[in-house]
Every structure is written in C-alpha cells, then in structure tokens.
C-alpha cells in the first residue's frame, strides 16, 4: 500500500491536562463549524473559553477533559456528517456493537461480527471488511465520506484510533500493535494529530485501514461483559485523560483461565495457555516467575471468580458449580467458598438475591 506520509506519535501521560491542550481540541472543533463555548457548556465545564484563553485554568482533570472531548467529537461527528449527507453512528449504537463483539473468542471472529453488524445497517454507514496477505491482517473501513473537509479527516481519525484502541482492550495488549492508514493525503498530512491519535499512522491509502499481525486474529478475546460494562463508562471519550495500558502476563493468564472455565467448564494445560498468550511454555513460566505470581494461585482466582459468577447468576445448583469449576465434590468447593467469601454458597446467593 502506498503512502504519502509516515507518522509515528509518542504516547504521553494525559492526566490532568494543560489548558493549552484543551484550546487545541476545541480550536479543531471550531475549524469544522462549531461553538467552542457551546461545547464547553455541554460538557458541564465550570469554565469558558475566555478562562481558558486568559490562562484562569491551569489544568483540566479527568471528568472534565473527557466530558469535553465527548462533545467534540460528537460535534465534529455531527457537522461533517451533515455535510457529506450520510447518517453518524449513535454512541448507543456504539455500545451495542461492542456488546456483539465481546462475547467472540478470538480477534479473527470479533472483527467478522464488526463487519457483519455494519453489513446490517441498511443506510449503509459504513463498509467493513478483512483481508490477509503475506502474514498481515489488513481491516478496510470505507466510510463513505469525500474525504475533503477537515471534519471527514477528524471524524475519520476519531473513528480509526477508537477501533484500534478497542481491539487491543479486547485481546489485553498495551503498545501499539495496530497500525492505522487514512484515506487522506496533502494538506491533511501535516496537521497535529496527537489528541486523536497515538500511534503509527499512514496517509494516501485507497480507503481507511487497520493493519497488524495475521497472528493476532487468532489471539483470544480476554475481557468480559462486566469489564466492558466498566469501560463504557468513559470509552471512547477518554482519549486524552487516559494512557492505554495493556493486561500483564499474569492477569492475561487469570482471564484465560477464567473465560475457559466459563465457557468451557475446563483449565488449560500451560502449553495451549501459552499459546494462546502469544508465548512459549519456557517464556510464560519465566514471566510469571519474574512477577512472583504462581499458576496455582491464579488457577484458584479464576475457580473463585467463575464461582461467585455462576452462584450470583442462580441457575446452577451448588453441586453442578463445583464440577463447572473444577472440585472433585460439593464439600471441598464449600470450604473453598467459604475460604473465599467467608459465606457459604447458599448465604453467598441469598445475599446477592436480597440485594437486586
């Protein structure tokens, strides 16, 4: 694929912000058409513009900054929406389609369940697709902008960076594994684009793309529903309040085990666990050795989570959850609940039950 232009963004710690950074943002909004005050006043900011200008605001934290850059985006989403004629995702939208991606059990199917969800959409918002050639994984989102004012870059930019930031939240790694190209080439190439995107970053590509490793789409998805839930509080909209950060080896491990008990009423051996880690046997034992974490014990926190999860949810009796995680009968899973909860398996449902 060709290129026009290379960019390789640091990371930098984001919390809390200058003002600087914040009349960065919102001078970008205003390029596309929009009321810098009118953002301000929408994000519940206990300051204005003019505070900001006069330098009144020596630093914004983290409720505010994401709250600002929520409705940024959404404004900048909005206006070049308006201007290419084309329907804008809704952020329930958004969290629908994650919720339809978080339940996969590999990259590979997460990004087929993203492509199917878009193919669903009938006003056609945008067009999804996978391809791989010589070892790389390369997802095409064409969406269907003229690509000629600065709100289609930003929103695209938004738009990429969000993708990218999530896949890696799926599968629990830090850095910068994905590498997103943009549709878009001279004069977008040389515009600042470290509150929107960190990472590497290409220009002139045929339509959007996200490209990474054909490896990692067999890679396990490692979060859950309820760590989504979470998420969503603030994700996407957290860009410049929040470093991204990946799972360690040892939580990696943990969810793993977790997910596969759940799913599967089973614990890897270490060699698959490795595998699916990305890791040999060798390797994934010298990092948990090096983190003093044994598989023992993350074995133990993953019965316990598994556990609580399936006593909570009430369809299981207390015998069919012992054999699902593992104990060779009910009394010795009793104790270990009682080891961890200091409750019994029935108190423990009958508090949770009183509790909804």
Not at 148 to 168: H, T
Request: net charge positive; hydrophobic share 45%; aromatic share 8%.
């Amino acid at each position: 694929m060709a290129a026009t232009a290379a960019r390789a963004v640091r990371a930098r710690t984001r919390n809390p912000l200058s003002a600087d950074d914040v009349l960065n943002l919102l001078h970008k909004a205003t390029r596309v058409g929009a009321d810098p005050n009118d953002i301000l006043r929408k994000a519940g900011a206990p300051f204005s513009l003019a505070d900001l200008e006069a330098g009144r605001v020596p630093a914004v934290g983290r409720k505010h900054m994401t709250a600002i850059y929520r409705e940024c985006v959404v404004t900048i989403g909005w206006h070049s929406s308006r201007l290419d004629n084309k329907p804008q995702m809704h952020p329930d939208e958004f969290r629908l389609m994650c919720h339809c991606l978080i339940t996969a059990r590999t990259l590979g199917q997460a990004l087929e369940r993203q492509a199917m969800f878009y193919r669903t959409r009938g006003d056609r918002l945008s067009a999804v697709s996978l391809a791989v050639d010589r070892g790389v994984a390369t997802l095409s989102v064409d969406t269907l902008r003229r690509r000629k004012s600065f709100g289609a870059f930003l929103s695209d930019l938004a738009g990429m960076s969000i993708f990218a930031r999530f896949y890696a939240w799926l599968i629990g790694m830090g850095g910068h594994v994905f590498h997103v190209g943009l549709a878009y080439g001279p004069p977008f190439t040389d515009e600042p684009v470290a509150d929107f995107f960190v990472g590497e970053l290409t220009f002139g590509h045929p339509v959007n793309t996200i490209s990474f490793p054909e490896r990692l789409l067999a890679m396990p998805v490692v979060r859950t529903p309820d760590e989504l839930e979470a998420l969503l509080q603030e994700f996407p909209f957290d860009f410049m309040a929040e470093k991204p950060a990946g799972l360690t080896v040892s939580d990696r491990v943990r969810s793993l085990y977790s997910l596969t008990l759940m799913r599967d009423g089973r614990l890897p051996p270490l060699d698959e666990l490795a595998a699916l880690c990305g890791l040999s046997g060798g390797t994934l034992r010298r990092r948990l050795q090096e983190a003093d974490v044994s598989i023992r014990s993350l074995k133990d926190e993953a019965r316990r989570e598994v556990a609580l999860a399936l006593m909570a949810r009430g369809r299981e009796t207390v015998d069919d959850v012992a054999a699902r995680v593992g104990f060779r009968d009910a009394d010795t899973f009793r104790a270990a609940f009682r080891r961890w909860t200091g409750l019994t398996p029935r108190a423990f449902r009958r508090e949770v039950v009183s509790s909804r």
